[in-house]
């Protein structure tokens, strides 16, 4: 439907199916004249709606744009009483799907698009482009709320508290309007407006802490183009953290205004004329420049998280407190190996290895006595293993994503997983597919993965259409040669293992080889976690019983490594955590040179992760 704005500019409203299939209210304001030169898409603030963020619209004064403002799910007319239990994960990925309907509706690709947030909206913004590393040519964040000013003391603490005690419930906005700007009429109308929503599901102000807190402390993985706007007599949230994230940011294109006397209503204050020029300004002159984002192939040479992967790398004085923390969590998980038997398969295997992957997947507590079972219970729920279990269900379904999408481009379905472990989530995956592969070929370096893969598909009945064989994930020229050509790859959990780059490379560029174009990719991803010095510190590795320790890279750089193999991502998931990610990329079109190389990574015989 349409309808006519009373500023200058016509408005369209619609909606659209977001990724759980709920519908999400937006409106449009379609661009005045016939080669548009992008998209601007406004995420509003918390309790509010889009029509609140209207009048931008007409003050940016950019007729050559589109504009598009949704209003968030539990928000304005994308209330649904069937959808209940919003998390931020829910909303992140509300942005990405609302992204890719603008791109398949309007033709408006991600490098041609800029992004306004604020508040709510700037944090979920912020988390999008930290989970998903979209190439967008231009961000806004207005007062983003890192940090809730609750006033009363330990208010955090006591909700996490009483949400154990209670379950979720509702926590109503103690902010007057008064406190969120100095313009009369906006005061009047927030009070009258019935698509207000002045109460908060207390799960969702818990995860805008939480999320808040992760995206903050890890703002130097986020490299697009990014104006963070400080609100000077801010009532509702903190400075300090915005400020950090500010100074974190490791995108060559970034700046910060504060505008004193202004409250946290700052793209709805009475002087906002200042304010709405230097957004202005900021995206018109990201859209005059070509669009680029700073390299990441080298980023295992140089780059925070080399620093990182330094630092956990060099031993800690035994007797230094921290010393003597960690060798006593080693001390304890041997004891605990002697009743929890996935302690035991760790300690024996490499808690990376394909078969404690397995164990993970089966999530069956197991151990001597009733304490080796309680012992064990925990190391399995341990956040780490959740993680990994979402992982698995998410690269089910993007491998049946894959296969849905190889069948309506009539191209035959054929499987290739490079480093299978046991191979049991591509085995899921063909068993729950209403599609029958033409081919399944599982692959791992580790023997005793082999063997336990080849009994998997025994089991299954699967020997018609899947092998299972002895091979290398790095070597570029054997898996290039591969007969027939798989049409669908799947590389989990391998490369998180390994910190150099060049390995990554060789073994892409021989995917990229291998995967016809028209073809997917589906690989994992570790951008963050919040145990990597616990992991690294008391962890041993398939590899030869060495310590376990992990380089993390981006989502920026594991994308920008599986493009420079030929592929562009066009799917992902990531878990509530944001841990890990998977991706589904398609092969471009042309070909794809192999480097060759000798040198082979070091592995035991243990095997991989799954």
């Known amino acids: 439907m349409s309808a006519t704005s009373p500023l200058t500019r016509p408005v369209e409203e619609h909606r659209f199916a977001s990724h759980d299939g709920l519908e999400l209210f937006y409106r449009h304001w379609p661009a005045q004249s016939e080669n548009p030169r992008g998209a601007i898409l406004m995420f509003h603030r918390g309790h509010e709606h889009s029509a609140r963020m209207a009048h931008l619209v007409a003050e940016l004064n950019m007729p050559d744009f589109a504009f598009f403002a949704w209003d968030a799910r539990d928000h304005g007319l994308s209330k649904n009483e069937k959808f209940t239990g919003t998390r931020v994960f829910d909303t992140t990925r509300d942005v990405q799907a609302f992204v890719d309907h603008i791109s398949a509706q309007y033709g408006f690709a991600v490098q041609d698009m800029a992004v306004i947030g604020q508040s709510v909206g700037a944090v979920q913004v912020a988390g999008w482009l930290h989970d998903y590393a979209p190439p967008v040519r231009a961000v806004t964040l207005a007062a983003p709320a890192f940090s809730i000013k609750l006033y009363v003391p330990l208010a955090r603490t006591g909700l996490g508290l009483m949400r154990k005690l209670r379950g979720n419930f509702s926590v109503t906005s103690y902010v007057r309007p008064g406190q969120l700007t100095h313009d009369t009429s906006r005061q009047k109308s927030y009070k009258t407006d019935p698509l207000i929503t002045p109460s908060i599901s207390v799960d969702m102000l818990l995860d805008v802490y939480n999320l808040s807190d992760r995206i903050v402390q890890d703002a130097r993985a986020i490299i697009a183009p990014v104006q963070v706007l400080v609100a000077g007599s801010d009532f509702v949230v903190r400075h300090a953290p915005q400020h950090r994230f500010y100074e974190r940011l490791a995108s060559p294109f970034k700046e910060r205004r504060t ?212 091979g290398d994930a790095f070597d570029g020229d054997n898996i290039a040669a591969i007969e027939p050509k798989p049409t669908v790859t799947v590389v989990s959990g391998l490369y998180e293992l390994f910190p150099d780059n060049s390995m990554i490379r060789k073994s892409l560029a021989g995917i990229g080889a291998a995967v016809p174009p028209g073809g997917y990719l589906v690989y994992t991803g570790q951008p963050w976690h919040p145990q990597l010095e616990m992991i690294a510190r008391g962890l041993t590795s398939h590899r030869n019983g060495q310590d376990w320790i992990m380089r993390r890279r981006t989502q920026a750089e594991m994308d920008q490594l599986v493009a420079d193999a030929g592929f562009e991502k066009v799917d992902q998931r990531i878990d509530e955590w944001g841990i890990f990610t998977v991706s589904l990329a398609r092969r471009r079109g042309g070909a794809v040179t192999v480097r060759i190389t000798t040198k082979r990574p070091v592995r035991s015989k243990a095997g991989k992760t799954a």
């Open 259 to 470: 505008f004193r006397g202004l409250r946290h209503d700052l793209l709805g204050e009475e002087k906002r004329a200042p304010v709405v020029a230097e957004v202005r300004r900021f995206i018109l002159e990201r859209f005059e420049a070509e669009p680029a984002q700073p390299s990441l192939l080298d980023a295992d040479k140089h780059g925070f998280t080399r620093d990182e992967f330094d630092r956990l790398s060099s031993p800690l004085p035994m007797l230094s407190p921290c010393g003597v923390y960690w060798s006593a969590l080693r001390t304890n998980l041997k004891i605990g190996a002697m009743l929890s038997e996935g302690l035991k398969l760790g300690q024996k295997t490499g808690f990376d290895s394909g078969s404690t992957l397995d164990y993970v997947y089966e999530n069956t507590p197991r151990g001597r006595w009733k304490i080796g079972g309680l012992i064990d219970q925990n190391y399995l729920n341990a956040i780490g293993w959740r993680g990994i279990r979402q992982r698995k269900i998410h690269v089910e379904e993007m491998l049946s994503e894959a296969m849905q999408r190889l069948k309506a481009a009539d191209m035959p379905v054929r499987i290739m997983d490079v480093a299978a472990g046991h191979g049991r989530y591509v085995l899921d995956a063909v068993a729950n597919s209403p599609i029958q592969p033409e081919r399944v070929m599982l692959r791992d370096f580790s023997d005793l993965n082999v063997t336990a893969g080849r009994k998997l598909i025994a089991e299954r009945k699967l020997e018609n259409i899947a092998t299972f064989e002895h």
